[in-house]
């Protein structure tokens, strides 16, 4: 029994260390959510959308003007030119890596056009991130800096699936051929040398639309958990006034600062869904095509066990592409529609007129319309999420009746 007791209080005890370190390691975090577009901006200045204003301004845009000709226009272009300049769609794979190359190019000049709007979103979040000050709120935030790391991890160990997969079937056919059939406008087979420097653009240029493809599809979830994070953070701060501090005064300066930070989330929504509304409404439309020929290659095209797996990961990565966004879509919309209730949970009724006067304006302004829109039509949902899945299978069972 001495024993049992001794294993239980040293489990007991080692709980406990565990817990202090979490809070000390919250308490130490610096509270920053910018921090996570640092990557997104790296990814726009590498692939030519983010010019530097110092010297180097005109070298930087001769790079992003052969970047942009050899691989956002010249890239897809040889592997449209490879699919319909004989009047077939016989390569499967060709037409998908067409397809989200094209989408990729579009989107990144659309991401490009908008970037002052980041700018001002990255402000938003800088005042919020101001706001973050009890040791409640550091380890939730802690919490939630672990979340969206686990999306950018999730998104960066997908698209390295995806080539490392669609590398490792290039690398062991047995006859010389490329990553992917494409046109060029010369012979490829005639020399070792024009062999050598086809495969290593094709293998650049999927890198490089991988790296657009991450800041692009991981860019919208992150900010909208971001975001959830904060609403939340404002709901477990509103919920305290009255509680910690009987000076009514103190209470009505409070309630002010948080009706001054729902008014700043309501314009980071606003920002952020003028930002990903098109490219999203692209992304929705091209998943759902996506999915559909994925399909139809793992169960009519597929020769080897290579081709199989890189089919399998391309779909699953199809899918993983626009679910974290439906997901934080709809966990939006319903912690916005919440902040209602914990402004209740607060000490209220002990407070002064005018603090209620407040309240009732906080409380209206939650009835606001809060759902995210692609393209001004289609909902950033999960229930777009299913509508995708369900449309994409209908388009396959088309493709059956067809044959």
Known sequence: MRRKDSSNLKKFKTTQLKRVKCVHNAMSLPID??????????????????????????????????????????????????????????????????????????????????????????????????????????????????????????????????????????????ERSLLYPAWLPYDWRATRMNFVLTNVYQFFGTIYQITQNYIHDSLPPVAFCLLSGH???????????????????????????????????FKLFNLLEKLISWPMLIQLTVSAFNICITLVAILFYTDTLFERVYYVIYFSAMAFQIF??????????????????????????EQTPRFKKLMILFTERTLKDTTALAGGMVRIHLDTFFSTMRGAYSLFAVIMKMK
């Open 324 to 349: 974290p966004i439906c997901y934080y879509g709809s966990n939006l919309q319903y912690l916005f529609g919440s902040l209602h209730y914990e402004i209740f949970c607060c000490n209220w009724t």
């Open 33 to 174: 959510s910018n921090a996570f577009f640092k990557i997104h901006w790296l990814g726009f200045r590498i692939c030519g959308g983010l010019p530097p204003t110092d010297k180097q301004r005109i070298a930087y845009f001769i790079y992003a003007f052969v970047v942009g000709v050899l691989v956002n226009i010249f890239y897809p272009l040889h592997l449209a030119l490879a699919l319909f300049r004989n009047g077939t769609l016989g390569d499967i794979k060709t037409l998908t890596v067409f397809f989200t190359a094209l989408t990729c190019t579009i989107k990144f000049f659309v991401y490009t056009q908008k970037l002052s709007l980041l700018y001002e979103i990255q402000e938003i979040y800088a005042e919020l991130d101001v706001r973050v000050h009890s040791n409640v709120e550091r380890k939730y935030f802690a919490r939630m800096c672990m979340s969206v790391r686990n999306i950018a991890y999730g998104f960066l160990c997908v698209y390295a699936l995806i080539a490392f997969s669609g590398e490792l079937g290039f690398l062991f056919r047995q």
């Open 231 to 265: 609403i939340k953070l404002l709901g477990m701060r509103i919920r305290l006034i009255g509680f910690d501090c009987v000076n009514k005064d103190e209470n009505e300066q409070e309630l002010v600062r948080c009706i001054k930070d729902q008014k700043n989330l």
